[in-house]
């Protein structure tokens, strides 16, 4: 064997330098991918707020307009139905109903008279996210708190999986 490297002249192999060399830019590739990956994640966070905040000025535009809020049709203050809200809304160009959630679900238009449910009683627009994204949103437009204020939540913002967030149109 020592023979045989004296006739090639040199051992093969990588050195410890380019070894290192090559994990010190295997590493600066990954940060580069998960700092792209939590970029991309804010930037969904701030679509899905800035829709939930025109959905909230949509219904107050038509109700600025109509002296009603939209899908109300008997004029008791709450939403008839889903669809009504978004016939209503699109026919104004203020809403759009086959605009989805950056997160992947349709926006649904409600009205709550179960507190145990949805923690509060009124109208709302819902939407079905991650739960620590939907806690990121009640942060920003709300109180925090998955059980109080404008913005509540099907379940704690804790754990894996979807919940539904509320958003009340007060």
Same mark, same amino acid.
């Given at each position: $064997? !020592? +023979?045989?490297?004296?006739?090639?002249? !040199? +051992?093969?192999?990588?050195?410890?330098? +380019?070894?290192?060399?090559? /994990?010190?830019? &295997?590493?600066? /590739?990954?940060?580069? &991918? /998960?700092?792209?990956?939590? $970029? &991309?994640? *804010?930037?969904?966070?701030?679509?899905?707020? !800035?829709?939930?905040?025109? /959905?909230?000025?949509?219904?107050? #535009?038509?109700f600025d307009k109509f002296e009603q809020l939209p899908?109300?049709?008997?004029?008791?203050?709450?939403?008839?139905?889903?669809?009504?809200?978004?016939?209503?809304?699109?026919?104004?160009?203020?809403?759009?109903?086959?605009?989805?959630? =950056?997160?992947?679900?349709?926006?649904?238009?409600?009205?709550?008279?179960?507190?145990?449910?949805?923690? !509060?009683?009124?109208?709302?627009?819902?939407? *079905?996210?991650? =739960?620590?994204?939907?806690? *990121?949103?009640?942060?920003q437009l709300d109180d925090g708190e998955y059980t #109080?204020?404008?913005?509540?939540?099907?379940?704690?913002? #804790?754990?894996?999986?979807?919940?539904?967030?509320?958003?009340?149109?007060?």
């Amino acid at each position: $064997m !020592k +023979e045989m490297r004296k006739l090639l002249g !040199k +051992e093969s192999g990588f050195t410890l330098v +380019e070894l290192a060399i090559g /994990l010190v830019i &295997i590493g600066l /590739l990954i940060g580069a &991918i /998960l700092g792209g990956a939590a $970029m &991309i994640n *804010n930037a969904k966070i701030r679509r899905q707020v !800035k829709d939930l905040q025109g /959905l909230y000025a949509g219904c107050y #535009t038509y109700f600025d307009k109509f002296e009603q809020l939209p899908g109300d049709r008997d004029g008791n203050g709450q939403f008839d139905a889903d669809s009504t809200v978004w016939n209503d809304l699109q026919s104004q160009n203020l809403a759009q109903q086959t605009r989805r959630s =950056p997160f992947g679900d349709t926006y649904a238009w409600g009205w709550s008279s179960d507190t145990t449910v949805y923690h !509060k009683m009124g109208n709302y627009v819902s939407v *079905n996210m991650p =739960p620590d994204v939907a806690r *990121n949103i009640d942060m920003q437009l709300d109180d925090g708190e998955y059980t #109080t204020g404008s913005i509540t939540a099907s379940a704690d913002y #804790t754990g894996s999986g979807r919940i539904d967030l509320y958003y009340f149109i007060d």
